[in-house]
Nanobody
Framework: QVQVVESGGGLVQPGGSLRLSCAASGSILSIKTMGWYRQAPGKQRELVAAITRGGSTDYADSVKGRFTISEDNAENTWYLQMNTLQPEDTAVYYC?????????????????WGQGAQVTVSG
């Protein structure tokens, strides 16, 4: 069993900052990729940022230069630092990871989602 729990989010004024965290636990062998998605009301879920185990990153054009994804391999945790937030960043943010779990004799690669965190930029 693997659990993915995210934390952070909240209400912030335009120009402010927030940090989201996501922690995976359970029978984890390794994490292949980690990422953050968001879904605004009436819109499709979109990729915000992603990072591979080797440290390669990818960002949506709309957040480049403002958001930073990072990871702590030892803790199976990853983060999204969001700076210079704007009203259009308002959405529910979901963390996601492709995780190898199980044992060396019976390993499985699956995608896991966090429960979602509301980020509201208003003021």
């Amino acid at each position: 069993q693997v659990q993915v729990v995210e934390s952070g989010g909240g209400l912030v004024q335009p120009g402010g900052s927030l940090r989201l965290s996501c922690a995976a636990s359970g029978s984890i062998l390794s994490i292949k990729t980690m990422g953050w998605y968001r879904q605004a009301p009436g819109k499709q879920r979109e990729l915000v940022a992603a990072i591979t185990r080797g440290g390669s990153t990818d960002y949506a054009d709309s957040v480049k230069g403002r958001f930073t994804i990072s990871e702590d391999n030892a803790e199976n945790t990853w983060y999204l630092q969001m700076n210079t937030l704007q009203p259009e960043d308002t959405a529910v943010y979901y963390c996601n990871a492709a995780i190898w779990s199980g044992s060396a004799y019976s390993a499985e690669l699956r995608g896991y989602w966090g429960q979602g965190a509301q980020v509201t930029v208003s003021g």
